[in-house]
């Protein structure tokens, strides 16, 4: 099987879609991935990227063709430039290539109009396309507050939008409340959907744990740090605790809220409760994992997008850590099954309750709620289960296409 992938976002970016197409590969596939140049948590292209228009490169045996992209900066003019040089230099991009692709896949990180080179290679050459949507458009930019709901903007963006979904002929979706949405809002019921569940991006090489302070509970946040993440939620719950309190936050990620985060954590003279590492690559980035007491995920109960299951916490639960989690639908059943995790309300108060039942749990009951979420990943989240289920997916559709 011969595969066209087109996704923004691609290694050494840290998306699933990577490790996705690199076992496809391992199970014997050719694939060939169109994306941007790598820029994403760094208000800039990478180094050993820019300055360049396009570039060839094979990783891990996946042929990936990159286009010029607009890096992604905080701003929202920034972030609509990023968008739209992807959609207008992977459609010129896709325009050259032959026909003979047997399948196309695409998956929408964000924005959805990323797939529109997929669409157009499929149309074209008449191909099967399966669409593996991980993030709801026009719903995340209202919950970003980039456009307001029901206005021209947002009208717009639903046409766009919906345009794009209905020419795949499958969707799949990574939470099972996309369906509602797609279904109820896109009014896109006659379409075939499947749900595949994002794998944990885990690392094999063993790294050195981090040393911390003993006796402090370290609460470790790994990811983006923007308006869904609840961050106000974390000050205002700091203002709570005893200034001599034995907690410490470790926060690991960038986005368009972090910076007004410290600012406030610094402004309430709360800085020695918050530490700041950084951006990191995942290898790094597990060395504060190994020896935190909890790991902390939330998402803003707001809109379809509050209904998800954030890739964070399948990384968490394949880590084998008690989990602190303020999200809410999909998420919380999840963790309820799992059966190693506190999960809050979104409000400091609940939040600072939860803190307080970790500070009394022993390190036995601690390591219970972690080997649960493990034995729950391993069961149902594990890329190569995952995997196989997206080969059986694009091979369907290539015999359906053919018959």
């Given at each position: 099987?011969?595969?066209?992938a087109?996704?923004q976002h691609?290694?050494?970016?840290?998306?699933?879609?990577?490790k996705?197409?690199?076992q496809?590969?391992?199970?014997?596939?050719?694939?060939h991935v169109?994306?941007?140049?790598?820029?994403?948590?760094?208000?800039?292209?990478?180094?050993?990227y820019?300055g360049?228009?396009?570039?060839?490169?094979?990783i891990?045996?996946?042929?990936?063709?990159r286009?010029?992209?607009?890096?992604?900066?905080?701003?929202?003019?920034?972030?609509?430039?990023?968008?739209?040089s992807?959609w207008r230099n992977?459609?010129?991009?896709?325009?050259?290539?032959d026909?003979?692709?047997?399948v196309v896949?695409?998956?929408?990180?964000?924005?959805?109009?990323?797939?529109?080179?997929?669409?157009?290679?499929?149309?074209?050459?008449?191909k099967p396309?399966?669409?593996?949507?991980?993030?709801?458009?026009?719903?995340?930019?209202?919950?970003?507050?980039?456009?307001?709901?029901?206005?021209?903007?947002?009208n717009?963006?639903?046409?766009w939008?919906?345009s794009?979904?209905?020419?795949?002929?499958k969707?799949?979706?990574?939470?099972?409340?996309?369906?509602?949405?797609?279904?109820?809002?896109?009014?896109?019921?006659?379409?075939?959907?499947?749900?595949l569940?994002?794998?944990a991006?885990?690392?094999?090489?063993?790294?050195e744990?981090?040393?911390?302070?003993?006796?402090?509970?370290?609460i470790?946040?790994?990811?983006?740090?923007?308006?869904?993440?609840?961050?106000?939620i974390?000050?205002?719950?700091?203002?709570?605790?005893?200034?001599?309190?034995?907690?410490?936050?470790?926060?690991?990620?960038m986005?368009s809220?972090?910076?007004?985060?410290?600012e406030?954590?610094?402004q309430?003279?709360?800085?020695?409760?918050?530490?700041?590492?950084?951006?990191?690559?995942?290898?790094k980035?597990?060395?504060?994992f190994?020896?935190?007491d909890?790991?902390?995920?939330a998402?803003?109960?707001?809109?379809?997008?509050?209904?998800?299951i954030?890739?964070?916490?399948?990384?968490?639960?394949?880590?084998?850590?008690p989990i602190?989690?303020?999200?809410?639908h999909?998420?919380?059943?999840v963790?309820?099954?799992?059966?190693?995790?506190?999960?809050?309300?979104?409000?400091?108060?609940?939040?600072?309750?939860g803190?307080?039942?970790?500070m009394?749990?022993?390190?036995?009951?601690?390591?219970?709620?972690?080997?649960?979420?493990q034995v729950?990943?391993?069961?149902?989240?594990t890329?190569?289960?995952?995997?196989?289920?997206?080969?059986?997916?694009?091979?369907?559709?290539?015999?359906?296409s053919?018959?």
């Amino acid at each position: 099987m011969k595969i066209l992938a087109i996704c923004q976002h691609y290694s050494p970016e840290p998306f699933v879609v990577s490790k996705f197409m690199e076992q496809l590969v391992l199970f014997g596939h050719e694939v060939h991935v169109v994306t941007g140049f790598p820029n994403y948590g760094y208000n800039r292209i990478m180094d050993g990227y820019n300055g360049k228009k396009e570039m060839d490169e094979v990783i891990n045996g996946v042929y990936v063709h990159r286009v010029k992209i607009y890096p992604r900066k905080n701003s929202k003019l920034s972030i609509c430039r990023n968008y739209l040089s992807f959609w207008r230099n992977s459609k010129k991009y896709v325009r050259k290539l032959d026909d003979s692709f047997d399948v196309v896949f695409t998956m929408t990180l964000s924005p959805v109009i990323a797939a529109a080179s997929a669409n157009l290679y499929a149309k074209k050459h008449k191909k099967p396309l399966l669409h593996y949507c991980v993030d709801l458009w026009p719903e995340s930019l209202v919950i970003t507050k980039i456009i307001r709901p029901r206005g021209l903007a947002y009208n717009f963006f639903y046409k766009w939008s919906k345009s794009i979904y209905q020419r795949a002929d499958k969707i799949l979706v990574s939470s099972p409340s996309f369906l509602t949405y797609f279904k109820e809002v896109l009014h896109l019921e006659e379409k075939e959907y499947d749900l595949l569940y994002q794998p944990a991006l885990l690392e094999e090489e063993s790294v050195e744990a981090e040393e911390y302070e003993k006796g402090t509970l370290n609460i470790v946040y790994c990811g983006n740090m923007g308006k869904l993440q609840c961050l106000n939620i974390i000050d205002e719950m700091l203002e709570k605790v005893n200034q001599d309190a034995s907690l410490r936050f470790h926060f690991i990620g960038m986005g368009s809220e972090k910076k007004h985060f410290f600012e406030r954590i610094h402004q309430k003279g709360l800085d020695q409760f918050v530490i700041d590492h950084g951006p990191l690559p995942t290898k790094k980035a597990i060395r504060y994992f190994k020896n935190a007491d909890v790991l902390y995920v939330a998402l803003k109960k707001e809109g379809y997008v509050g209904h998800t299951i954030p890739n964070k916490l399948i990384f968490y639960l394949a880590f084998g850590k008690p989990i602190l989690a303020m999200v809410d639908h999909d998420a919380k059943d999840v963790l309820q099954k799992a059966q190693g995790s506190i999960i809050v309300e979104e409000n400091a108060e609940s939040l600072y309750q939860g803190i307080q039942q970790f500070m009394h749990l022993t390190s036995e009951q601690k390591e219970k709620l972690g080997r649960n979420n493990q034995v729950y990943f391993k069961n149902h989240f594990t890329l190569s289960l995952l995997s196989k289920k997206l080969e059986e997916e694009l091979c369907s559709l290539i015999k359906e296409s053919n018959s």
